[in-house]
C-alpha cells in the first residue's frame, strides 16, 4: 500500500472543493482515506459543507495564511477502501485501518460530552471485535473554548480509560488535544480517531523522548507523545501534539513564541530520533498556534523547517494558556 498527503486551501470552502475536485482527478487511482477541513467563521456554517461518505473531519481552527478553508488529504493506492458515512475501512498486507471523524454525542457539558463519545467509540471498536488499548493508534480531541472546558474532557477520559486498562503502569495513545469548534454548535468536544486490526506483537512501540519530555501523566493527563507503527514494508512515526515543554513537565519560554517553536521544533526531533526518522522523513505537519498576531514571527521559521513537506498552520488556542505554539506531523520511513 501507498500513502500520499497533500494539503490545500483557499479562500472559500466553495473554492477548496473544487480545488479537491480538481486535484483528485489529476491523481487517479489514489483513494481518500481521511480529510480533515479546517474552516475560519465564514465557512463553519452546516449549510456550507457537503455531505460525503468516509471519515471526514470538520473543524472551526481558521487557516492563518490568509484563506478561509484547508484541507488535509490522507489518500492510499493499492488497498481495498470502502467509505460510509463517518467511516473509512482500508484492506490492505492482512490489516484492516479503520478511520472515524466528526464524532460528537449530546450532554450537558464537555465532561458528559466525552464520556458519550468515548463509550460510542469504544462499542464501535467492540462491534468489529476490537479493543481500546491493543487497536487504537491515534485520537484527536478538539474542544470549543477550550480554556473552559478542557478540565472536563481530561476528567472523563482519565476515568474512562482506567476502565479500559490504560493507565501510567500500561500505556496510552497518541494524541492531539487542541481548541478547535465543531460544526454543532451545541457540541463541546470532537473526536476523529485511527485504528488498526491485524498489527503483530511488537508492531507498535511508543515513543518518550525522556531526555526532553515528561510523561503525560505527571500533570494529570494521559496520551502519549508519540508512537511508531510499523506496516506495509514501512515504519510510520505519528507524532503527538507537542509544544514547549521540558521533562519535568514545565512549559518553557513563557511569553515568547519564538523560543517555544525553537523548543517545540527540538521536542519533535528527539521523537523523531527515537523512531529512527528525521524531519526529511515528514509527509505531513499541523501547526497551532494561540494568537493568530505571533503567525509573522514564526511563519518563515516553519517553512524553513518543513520545507516541501504539506502542512498547514491555523488557529488553535493549545490546552494550557502559557503555551503560544503546538505542531504535530507524520514521518515515513521504509523499515
Known amino acids: ?15 477548496l472543493y473544487d480545488a479537491e475536485t480538481a486535484f483528485l482527478a489529476a491523481n487517479s487511482g489514489w483513494e481518500p482515506v481521511f480529510k480533515r477541513y479546517f474552516l475560519n467563521d465564514c465557512a463553519l456554517r452546516p449549510e456550507a459543507i457537503r455531505p460525503e461518505p468516509g471519515a ?38 492482512g490489516l484492516r485501518h479503520f478511520w472515524t ?16 463519545i468515548l463509550h460510542d467509540y469504544i462499542d464501535f471498536l467492540a462491534s468489529r471485535g476490537l479493543n481500546l488499548p491493543e487497536q487504537c493508534i491515534r485520537t484527536w ?28 503502569q500500561t500505556h496510552y495513545i497518541a494524541s492531539t488535544g487542541i481548541n478547535g469548534s465543531p460544526v454543532d454548535p451545541a ?33 494529570g493527563v494521559t496520551f ?16 503527538s501534539g507537542t509544544a514547549s515543554i521540558d521533562n519535568r513537565g514545565e512549559v518553557l519560554h513563557v511569553g515568547d513564541v519564538v523560543k517555544q517553536a525553537e523548543r517545540m521544533i527540538e ?43 504539506p502542512y498547514v498552520v491555523v488557529r488553535g488556542p493549545v490546552c494550557r494558556p502559557t503555551w503560544l505554539i503546538e505542531m504535530e506531523c507524520i514521518a515515513i520511513r521504509p523499515c
Open 187 to 219: 457540541a463541546l468536544v470532537q473526536l476523529d480517531a485511527y485504528a488498526v486490526e491485524g498489527l503483530p506483537e511488537g508492531a507498535q512501540r511508543y515513543l518518550y523522548a525522556p531526555t526532553h519530555l515528561s510523561p503525560t501523566s505527571i500533570y
Open 224 to 239: 502519549e507523545r508519540g508512537v511508531r507503527v510499523e506496516y506495509s514494508g514501512a515504519a510510520h512515526a505519528i507524532i
Open 101 to 116: 471523524g466528526d464524532g460528537i454525542a449530546a450532554g450537558p457539558d464537555s465532561y458528559a460530552q466525552t464520556e458519550r
Open 141 to 168: 480531541f478538539f474542544v470549543r473554548d477550550i480554556d473552559d472546558n478542557y478540565a472536563g474532557l481530561v476528567k472523563s477520559r482519565r476515568e474512562i480509560f482506567e476502565t479500559q486498562g490504560l493507565t501510567p
Open 56 to 93: 471526514v473531519s470538520h473543524i472551526g481552527q481558521a487557516p492563518l495564511d490568509g484563506n478561509g478553508a484547508a484541507v488535509w488529504l490522507y489518500l492510499v493506492r493499492g488497498a481495498k477502501v470502502q467509505r460510509t458515512p463517518g467511516l473509512t475501512v482500508v484492506e490492505a498486507d
Open 267 to 309: 521536542n519533535v526531533g528527539k521523537l523523531l530520533e527515537e523512531s529512527g526518522a528525521a524531519f526529511s522523513d515528514l509527509k505531513m505537519a499541523i501547526v497551532y498556534l494561540r494568537r493568530p498576531e505571533d503567525y509573522p514571527l514564526v511563519k518563515d521559521r516553519i517553512a524553513a523547517l518543513l520545507g516541501t513537506t
Open 1 to 15: 500500500m501507498e500513502e500520499l498527503h497533500k494539503i490545500l486551501s483557499a479562500s472559500t470552502l466553495a473554492g
